[in-house]
């Protein structure tokens, strides 16, 4: 307030002149005829409903000029929201790539697979009784095929034999199997042809390589017709499968040699007898009433009768892929607990940096209300900055972890991805942080006196 004296006639006379407040006018940089003019620029300008003379963008641009001012505190806080967002962005990951690497393995190797063995079941990793000679036949797996809860069966033998292209050799397991093998299996054959009943009947020496034995010995060559030697006999090259990659039984589809099963130069202890029979329920629905019908006819078949012990077991294929997708599932948890435990610890941190820069600012807040601002556009200005740090820190999280899925892709045993919906979650996830913890911190600083700010030094 300005007070001046004039004379009239013999008497002084005061004047009272209104002014804005002395800290305004030190803050502001104007004198007292510009102070009563809005901030947004020309007279009689209403104030914005972001802030007095704040756009968004201007908002936007603050907080980031307040979270540089301090950057190591800045980068210490988001640390909690970075190991949080990498951790969801992850756990999403390794989610989606167990579902697809289990889902590709079944591809190749067949849905609904049933696998046949010899010998007495397993207690506690030992068998029941030892020395015990293959007790599964071909006749056996002819008459699985019958059964109207199977779509097929095929039997199989295997050997590890040395392998002679040439001047080249090596020691590989070869499959002896009949033609139905390759539809239960889902084989299918790139170049050539597979194997018919015509061979299996003949024993015809013929065999199927893998793409993997095509490329390394044959490169540059066509494998179709030429000659190799399974332990000392030739064998005619008749077709080339396609496909490679390890599936859920071990087996190597690019490494695969498969010749007829009656061609097979294997000795076994009982005449026409095979390691083990692959089946093939019709659907998902009818796999327990396979394996039913299976030990049903098998146990007929080789005359058990009462309390006495199976000489066969049978392994449900699907169920090694449920206990995949159970560790998918839980790995995918340990992360998400990390990644929330991260979240939270980062958001508590968030909490006290703001709390703290609302103690350092309040002077600023005080100026900002004096000269027009409301609560709303304090909060929304500390709250724009909390967001801002963690959506920041979001960013670097699914770079972490998109570094991390190029590590892991790189071995070539695994592949991960991120995709769109991975990065979409992780902005939702690291925004939701900001507001929920934010909110706090900018309603407390929203809420100050503009009187009680201006006394602060």
Known sequence: MTVRRRM?????????????????????????????????????????????GMSLAQILLEAFRSLAANRLRTGLTMLGIIIGIASVVLMLSVGDAVRAFI??????????????????PTEGGARRRTNESPTLTI??????????????????????????????NSNTVVLGVTPDMFVL?????????????????????????????????????????????????????????????????GTDLGELMVVPITAIPVRMPRPRAVHYINAQAKDEASM???????????????????SKLDDFQITNLASIAQTGEAIGAGLSIGLGVVGAISLIVGGIGI????????????????????????PMHVLVQFLSEAVVMCILGGMIGVALAALGAWGVNSTGKFEMALGASHVLTAVLFSTGVGLFF?????RRASRLLPIECLRQD
């Open 8 to 52: 009239s006639g013999k008497r002084w006379q005061h004047e009272r002149r209104a002014g804005p407040p002395q800290a305004c006018r030190a803050v502001s940089g104007r004198d007292s005829r510009e102070g009563s003019r809005p901030l947004g620029g020309q007279r009689g300008h209403e104030v914005p409903s972001v802030g007095v």
């Open 103 to 120: 889902n590709k393995e079944l591809a190749v190797l067949g849905s609904n697979q049933l696998i046949v063995q010899p010998g007495t």
């Open 139 to 168: 006749e056996d797996a002819v008459a699985l095929s019958g059964l109207p809860s199977l779509r097929g069966a095929a039997p199989t033998l295997q050997g590890f034999f040395q392998i002679l292209y040439g001047d080249d």
């Open 185 to 249: 299996r889902n084989w299918k054959v790139e170049r050539g042809v597979a194997l018919a009943d015509s061979d299996v009947r003949s024993a015809n020496r013929v065999i199927v390589i893998g793409s993997n034995v095509a490329a390394t010995y044959y490169y540059r060559r066509d494998p179709i017709g030429q000659t190799l030697r399974v332990d000392g006999r030739p064998f005619t090259i008749i077709g080339v499968l396609a496909g490679s990659g390890r599936t859920l039984d």
């Open 288 to 306: 327990k009433e396979a394996e039913r019908d299976i030990a049903e006819l098998l146990r007929d078949r080789h005359r058990i009768t009462g």
């Open 351 to 374: 909490m006290n940096i703001m709390l703290v820069s609302v103690s350092e600012r309040v002077r600023e807040i005080g100026i900002r209300m004096a000269i027009g601002a409301k």
């Open 438 to 442: 934010g909110f706090y911190p900018a």
